[in-house]
């Protein structure tokens, strides 16, 4: 599992003085990759050997609101790979306050967006990231 730390800035408000909830995706997105770079496995690398990952699902949940100056924790983790993808789980919380939650999935495909199995030393740096049974 990974933790990142997110701070809501004033732009990121709607008209009721909450975080819009389109912009909770890009928190968790910024969180995703921020777990990936941890493990040696960041987008540049990726796309050096010639891979991409792609969002194909995702399932929100918004539980809480968040304000201006919120500081925000992100818990990424994986919580099962396939052959050509990986289900992610994340947690958004404030101090003790869950606000949302993202369960999606992501595939790893080649440059032309096909997908393509899983590389099996990419399946070892992600050990990391792992739910634990």
């Not at 909770?24 to 921020?34: G, N, P």
């Not at 304000?67 to 789980?89: D, E, F, K, P």
Request: hydrophobic fraction near 40%.
């Amino acid at each position: 599992m990974h933790t990142s730390r997110l701070e809501v800035r004033f732009h990121e408000l709607d008209p009721y003085g909450h975080v819009n909830h389109a912009l909770y995706l890009s928190y968790f997105e910024t969180a995703r990759i921020d777990a990936l770079v941890s493990i040696g496995c960041g987008l540049e690398r990726l796309e050096a050997d010639g891979f991409h990952l792609i969002v194909v699902e995702a399932h929100i949940r918004y539980i809480k609101p968040s304000t201006y100056g919120n500081v925000l924790m992100v818990q990424s983790q994986i919580v099962q790979t396939g052959l050509a993808s990986a289900r992610w789980h994340q947690r958004l919380t404030r101090d003790d306050d869950l606000i949302a939650t993202l369960d999606t999935r992501g595939a790893f495909t080649n440059r032309e967006g096909r997908p393509e199995r899983i590389p099996e030393h990419y399946l070892e740096m992600l050990g990391p990231l792992l739910a634990q049974a």
